[in-house]
């Protein structure tokens, strides 16, 4: 059973970024496409940007597209979210997640679900 845990989440001022990190607890991480989902108030849980074990491919969400840029890395077994020129429609709690098959922006596709990190954009 991987467990994932978020983190980096909080209070951002409108054009502000930060960077959301997703810890696995096992090395076998390594093999699994992860990916950020969010959901913001009152709205149902949303794909947010993918990528698949080796970093070889990425995907993203229209709204996330050049702001947004996901990462991993292996050997720390840690996947992260930087989020550069955040406005108030990003906050949201932010979900990391984890397929044992190939990379999906599909929620029904995951395997494994962190407990989310909130992000907060608001001057």
């Known amino acids: 059973q991987v467990q994932l845990v978020e983190s980096g989440g909080g209070l951002v001022q409108p054009g502000g970024s930060l960077r959301l990190s997703c810890a696995a607890s096992?090395?076998?991480?390594?093999?699994?496409?992860v990916a950020w989902f969010r959901q913001r108030p009152g709205k149902v849980r949303e794909f947010v940007a993918g990528?698949?074990?080796?970093?070889?491919?990425?995907i993203y969400a229209d709204p996330v597209k050049g702001r947004f840029t996901i990462s991993r890395a292996n050997d720390e077994n840690t996947v992260y979210l930087q989020m550069n020129s955040l406005n108030p429609e990003d906050t949201a709690v932010y979900y990391c997640?984890?397929?044992?098959?190939?990379?999906?922006?599909?929620?029904?596709?995951?395997?494994?679900w962190g407990k989310g990190t909130l992000v907060t954009v608001s001057s």
């Open positions: 096992e090395r076998t991480f390594s093999n699994y496409a």
């Open positions: 990528i698949d074990w080796s970093s070889s491919r990425t």
């Open positions: 997640a984890a397929s044992r098959m190939t990379m999906t922006s599909s929620p029904n596709g995951m395997n494994y």
